[in-house]
T-cell receptor, first 111, second 114 residues
């Protein structure tokens, strides 16, 4: 089965700095890689996703890169703000609706 | 309507009780999911229904019994649970099978087993 590893488990940055979170996956059948932000007591919210036929995608301050050969993908947040503080999860999905999540990164943006 | 709803929001049940969690979506999605999330852990996939048929069961104990009465509704029937089953139970939906699509999550049911 799929194994998704996520690093780091915690990340503390100063407001305005960039944050990078990295994930690796093991199953070549995975072709969809979403990133979720989850605030305490709330549901996971999709912030960006990328499919296996694309190498990079950007949405304002958030970008995701995918290296299919190396089986890793990364989330980049620029100009971080205190409201970016949350737990971020990467995930890998396939055409059979199997989704596996990484272990999560707690991001703390210090004002 | 781009929302997945779940009821109840909170549930406390004893180990001998029988209860059900309910999930509903009206986005025309044909795949629906149950996840279990323990504190400070990622969501863990439990079940997937695709076109109202159970397509994935991630070796979940039989004390959890899913049901998909129609394309908009998903239930999770609970019976003889253990205290370690206490968790946030999340429902999600996506467009269908064949191509991976964005999942929309419900707010979850916080379950406590006493």
């Amino acid at each position: 089965g799929e194994n998704v590893e996520q690093h780091p488990s915690t990340l503390s940055v100063q407001e305005g700095d960039s944050a990078v979170i990295k994930c690796t996956y093991s199953d070549s059948a995975s072709n969809y890689f979403p990133w979720y932000k989850q605030e305490l007591g709330k549901r996971p919210q999709l912030i960006i996703d990328i499919r296996s036929n694309v190498g990079e995608k950007k949405d304002q301050r958030i970008a995701v890169t995918l290296n299919k050969t190396a089986k890793h993908f990364s989330l980049h947040i620029t100009e971080t703000q205190p409201e970016d503080s949350a737990v971020y999860f990467c995930a890998a999905g396939d055409n059979f609706n199997k989704f596996y999540f990484g272990s999560g990164t707690k991001l703390n943006v210090k004002p | 309507d781009t929302e997945v709803t779940q009821t109840p929001k909170h549930l406390v049940m004893g180990m001998t009780n029988k209860k059900s969690l309910k999930c509903e979506q009206h986005m025309g999605h044909r795949a629906m999911y149950w996840y279990k999330q323990k504190a400070k852990k990622p969501p863990e996939l439990m079940f997937v229904y695709s076109y109202e048929k159970l397509s994935i069961n991630e070796s979940v104990p039989s004390r959890f019994s899913p049901e998909c009465p129609n394309s908009s509704l998903l239930n999770l029937h609970l019976h003889a649970l253990q205290p370690e089953d206490s968790a946030l139970y999340l429902c999600a939906s996506s467009q269908g099978q064949g191509v991976s699509y964005e999942q929309y999550f419900g707010p979850g049911t916080r379950l406590t087993v006493t």
